[in-house]
């Protein structure tokens, strides 16, 4: 299979070469994460069979190209319905973009595509110690970044507060509205943060 990048940033294309009947692979990518591509040396695909058995590759990605021209080989006994084909973007050996596919029943038409995400984690403060009045941006809580602790574009925390009579959370900001204690509970997507408050 040769790579080659069919859009910028957003999306590139495993195409078979050997196997012209073998379903083609797309690498799917949100625009918004295009920046991010900057730091992207080498993508791993993984190809596991129904059997349990699996095999890595490993490619060359150059930012101002996408995908390096390299050759892959889906050989035709992995090319079966529930074959799992997994696409991970790395810096080095480190995780920054990462998602799965699955080969379809034997006669679908229509490539395997794979929804890349970004791999994150979430980082924030322990504890913000606040005077009553005193309030905080929200981004000076916590943020969503990747591995090498650089931002991940558009990750928007949603923010709660566990006593709002103490602490509440106004137009990007907490407030410290009252003497106590509180904890702010902060979610994107599948990642959680917690950010203890205490107010003197």
Do not use: K
């Amino acid at each position: 299979m040769l790579l080659t990048v069919v859009s910028t940033w957003a999306c590139a294309v495993v195409e078979p070469e050997s196997f012209p009947l073998l379903p083609a692979i797309v690498l799917s990518l949100d625009p918004i994460y295009g920046e991010s591509l900057d730091s992207v040396q080498n993508v791993l695909l993984t190809v596991s069979r129904p059997d349990g058995t699996e095999r890595d590759t490993v490619l060359d990605f150059r930012p101002s190209s996408g995908l390096s021209s390299s050759l892959v080989t889906l050989r035709p006994d992995e090319a079966v319905s529930g074959t799992v084909v997994s696409a991970t973007l790395r810096l080095y050996t480190l995780h920054l973009f990462s998602g799965t596919g699955v080969v379809g029943q034997p006669g679908e038409s229509g490539p395997v595509v794979i929804d890349l995400e970004p791999v994150a984690h979430f980082s924030s403060l322990v504890v913000w110690v606040a005077s009553v009045g005193e309030s905080i941006p929200l981004d000076r809580l916590g943020e969503i970044v990747f591995v090498t602790d650089d931002p991940v574009p558009g990750a928007v925390i949603s923010w709660t507060s566990s006593n709002p009579a103490a602490v509440r959370i106004v137009e990007g900001r907490a407030e410290a509205l009252l003497e106590g204690s509180a904890t702010l509970f902060g979610e994107w997507r599948e990642l959680q943060g917690e950010v203890g408050v205490s107010i003197r």
